[in-house]
């Protein structure tokens, strides 16, 4: 009965996200701006897992946290303020709730799309339902999804996701690429049969090299579902930040990991790269303003979080 209930307010879900935002944003402190500056804003979710609606109200540690109606006023008040804003998602979007378990990744498609999601890459869960049942909806999706270190060829994904993609904002050329997890133990063979892992270390150097020096991108950002840090020699966001070079920030998911600030590694020549996750189910919107001047490459990053809680209900019109 509950199942049903949770489907009775789809039309609640799909009205909020109608509505515009009025509630308040903190204010960021002031960068200081200088001739040739630009400034993107990047927003970010992972591991949101089908988590349509809040948590319940029932004394747990999230109770009434998360939401995609708040998600979405809370964004189009960030849009209503900022010029350049990029909206991306680091994988698991599915699994969680009986919204995956009825519509099978389809509403959440729908719902990331009517948000303005700009691009995402996939976690384990994404396969749950066989890559067949990844296919079935993967076309609700208006943005691309970026796996470059999994190898579709000869499967149903075959052509259907990219390495990287390419974005402009304001003046600012924007590479993304997305790597994902090794998903053998996590997933059910027959789930994802004849799909190859690649180590996502050496492909990640070969498309940000690309991204930076051919393809004269401003920035380069790698969407990861590989996890933020582990005890073992497993590659995490960590040990990936550490080995490759060209790459500017990695927004990481799998682990969960709420980061109250971001992580700052240097890579292979030195350089900073910037590490951000905000752990699972809608909680937090991660939020990072990068100011860039072209005239001598230097960039700021400065980075905040949001609570998604009632703060952002928004009204809902009969």
Not at 220 to 238: A, E, F, P, T
Not at 301 to 311: E, F, G, K, P, S
Request: with cysteine.
């Amino acid at each position: 009965m509950e199942e049903f209930a949770l489907l009775n307010r789809r039309g609640f879900i799909k009205r909020s996200l109608l509505l515009g935002a009025a509630s308040v944003v903190g204010t960021l402190p002031a960068f200081a701006t200088a001739k040739g500056d630009f400034r993107l804003t990047i927003l970010h979710t992972n591991d949101v897992h089908s988590r349509i609606e809040p948590f319940p109200l029932d004394g747990s540690r999230y109770a009434g946290m998360g939401g995609v109606a708040r998600r979405s006023a809370l964004i189009q008040k960030i849009r209503g303020e900022e010029k350049s804003v990029l909206l991306v998602d680091s994988g698991d979007m599915f699994q969680g709730t009986p919204y995956f378990n009825m519509f099978g990744g389809k509403l959440e498609l729908e719902l990331m799309s009517k948000l303005g999601y700009e691009a995402g890459t996939f976690g384990n869960h994404e396969f749950d339902n066989g890559i067949a049942g990844l296919v079935k909806y993967l076309g609700k999706a208006t943005f691309p999804f970026l796996t470059a270190n999994y190898d579709f060829r000869g499967t149903l994904l075959e052509g259907k996701t990219k390495d990287y993609t390419i974005i402009n904002k304001n003046g600012i050329r924007i590479g993304l690429t997305g790597v994902g997890i090794d998903i053998e133990g996590l997933v059910d063979p027959k789930s994802y049969e004849g799909m190859k892992y690649l180590d996502p270390i050496p492909v990640v150097n070969r498309i940000a090299k690309m991204l930076k020096e051919d393809k004269k991108c401003d920035l380069v950002i790698c969407l990861s579902h590989l996890g933020y840090k582990y005890d073992d020699d497993k590659i995490s966001d960590l040990k990936l930040a550490a080995q490759i070079r060209h790459v500017d920030i990695i927004l990481g998911g799998h682990t969960h990991t709420f980061l109250d600030e971001p992580a700052r590694v240097e890579d292979l020549d030195g350089h900073e790269v910037v590490i951000h996750q905000v752990g699972f189910a809608g909680i937090r919107l991660g939020r990072l303003d990068v100011i860039l001047n072209k005239n001598t490459g230097k960039k700021q990053i400065l980075a905040r979080n949001y609570t998604v809680d009632q703060r952002y209900d928004k009204q809902v019109m009969a």
